[in-house]
């Protein structure tokens, strides 16, 4: 996901993973499906490197873990901290507001 | 039997410095992601070979994993971060703080036996066999459990093994410079408690084969480990 354009996705994978936490804890697996499902595969992500995220995320306590055994398998369910919920809606408004700017460049007469 | 996608590279991010925590953990969650893709999979009606085939091309390689950690420096492990610290200082201020520790206890045993200590005699053989014991633990047993503790941590966390053999040289030198004294005879007084730290040309020899031979004793395993390690690691490759 951040491979494609380094500089212009810095902050989208985090931004993703914290928005689709928000609502319910999911471990690796779910989040990447679920990337899938609501992106519609506009957003592709190497499923691995997802783990390396989570566990950035979590070191700097935007995310908290918590394992559970199913079917034999141990999974590990993340969700959001309160820190974590602040960094939500500070990327949030970040990326509505980039969006609006880039939205009205390409708008502007220059591009019709 | 099937081969495991990620066999080696719990080893690979421990060997660059991830914390082992995380090491594990994503070898972990891995696997479970990846036993999901494969039953995804089959549950298409693809075969075992092709499912199996998709969720490795769909985790990624076991590369780019690595590259992924090597750019996140807060995965790692303390010992990796700042190797020369916490293998020279965390040592050398670990056993230090038991030492000092251990006396603390031995002085509040003496204390809480005071009273029974002014009433009897301790024979001047039990008096000598409490401080060879004493010596035998402070300058040997101490030094050396915290020597082989640094040691297996190194060679869990696959460290170069300069900062944790200077740390454990560290340690051996200040053991073999310390003097312990537990005098015990009971009655009035009942005894004394002495430790302290001196140098003298006179004692250097016994001081050195002291230090050399707890340095001896956790190095040479330590060596040989990181030696057969890196031969399996050679075979492997």
């Known amino acids: 996901m951040a491979d494609r354009n380094p500089a212009l996705m810095a902050g989208i994978p985090e931004l993703v993973v914290l928005s689709l936490l928000a609502d319910r804890e999911m471990y690796g697996y779910e989040i990447a499906r679920s990337i899938k499902t609501v992106t519609q595969d506009l957003l592709s992500v190497g499923e691995g490197v997802l783990y390396p995220a989570l566990h950035a995320m979590e070191s700097r306590r935007l995310l908290r873990s918590r394992s559970i055994r199913v079917d034999g398998r141990m999974r590990i369910y993340y969700g959001v901290t309160a820190r974590g919920k602040t960094r939500l809606a500070r990327l949030t408004s970040d990326w509505r507001r980039m969006s609006r700017g880039v939205e009205s460049i390409l708008g502007s007469p220059s591009h019709a | ?237």
Request: contains cysteine; glycine residues 8%.
């Open chain 2, 1 to 237: 039997m099937h081969d495991h996608p990620f066999a080696t590279l719990r080893g690979a991010l421990l060997r660059m410095g991830v914390a082992p925590r995380h090491a594990r953990r994503v070898v972990m969650e891995l696997d479970t992601h990846f036993q999901q893709l494969v039953d995804e999979a089959l549950a298409r009606g693809d075969t075992e070979e092709a499912a199996r085939g998709a969720a490795r091309e769909r985790l990624g390689t076991e590369q780019s994993l690595i590259e992924r950690y090597a750019g996140m420096p807060e995965l790692r492990a303390w010992s990796s971060r700042w190797p020369a610290a916490w293998f020279t200082l965390v040592p050398l201020i670990s056993f230090i703080a038991l030492f000092v520790a251990a006396m603390a206890a031995l002085v509040l045993i003496a204390e809480q036996m005071s009273a029974y200590l002014h009433q009897v005699h301790v024979p001047a053989g039990v008096s000598s066999r409490i401080d060879g014991v004493a010596k035998i633990f402070f300058l040997w047993v101490l030094p050396l459990a915290i020597a082989a503790a640094f040691a297996r941590l190194a060679y869990r966390r696959r460290v170069a093994l300069h900062w944790p053999v200077a740390g454990i040289a560290i340690v051996c030198c200040l053991a073999a410079l310390i003097n312990v004294d537990v005098v015990l005879t009971g009655g009035a007084p009942p005894g004394q408690l002495g430790a302290g730290i001196g140098f003298s040309t006179h004692a250097l020899p016994g001081q050195l084969a002291h230090a050399a031979a707890i340095l001896t004793l956790v190095v040479g395993p330590l060596w040989l480990a990181w030696r057969r390690h890196r031969l399996d690691g050679m075979t492997a490759d």
